[in-house]
């Protein structure tokens, strides 16, 4: 199934606050897969919006489910648990979506992972996505890094208006890294 994938576009960012892909038409499934997204500032988390046809300023309404494992480098004292995070999902909220826990900006602090987009050009039902990241979080103190790998699921609450673009970004400050774009080819 890995042929079926047709990759659309891509987007190199360097200290770049956010990256924006528009060509959202053709596929019933669209795919973006991060590879080595690092931020320019330390604990800041790697997140998503959309915007829905016609509309400006990325904030549709989401709801979400945010779930993630961690370990800590040392091993010890907490870990490896997985856990439900409520303060990271959204109930009919019009903010980012969170993707990952805090980066760090170290060369050995970045995310990779993807996330697919269902169907964004419907004028019928809700707009469904899920998203696995994998990222290196950046406690402060040497003891305390850990990877984490996040699980998020939900749907953009716009049934009526096709979602027409999709932006990535930090909470803070800038980020370098690569993300892909593929369309699922319809069979």
């Known amino acids: 199934m890995s042929d079926d994938w047709k990759l659309i576009s891509e ?41 829905a046809d ?23 004292p907490y870990g490896p648990e997985l856990r439900y995070v409520a303060s990271q999902d959204q109930a009919q909220g019009t903010s980012y979506q969170n993707l990952t826990a805090g980066l760090g900006g170290n060369a050995d602090e970045c995310c990779a992972g993807e996330i697919f987009l269902y169907h964004p050009e419907s004028t019928t039902y809700v707009k469904h996505f899920y998203a696995t990241v994998n990222s290196v979080y950046s406690a402060q103190g040497a003891d305390s890094a850990a990877t984490y790998n996040t699980y998020i699921g939900g749907y953009i609450n716009n049934a009526a208006s096709a979602i027409t673009a999709i932006d990535f970004k930090m909470t803070s400050g800038t980020f370098s890294g690569l993300i892909k774009q593929y369309g699922l080819v319809a069979s």
């Open 11 to 51: 987007a190199t960012a360097s200290g770049a606050s956010s990256v924006e892909f528009t060509d959202l038409t053709g596929f019933k499934i669209f795919k973006w897969v991060f590879i080595d997204v690092n931020p320019a500032t330390d604990l800041t988390r790697f997140n998503f919006q959309v915007n």
């Open 54 to 76: 016609g509309q400006t300023g990325f904030n549709e309404t989401i709801t979400s489910t945010y779930f993630d494992t961690y370990h800590y480098e040392s091993g010890d």
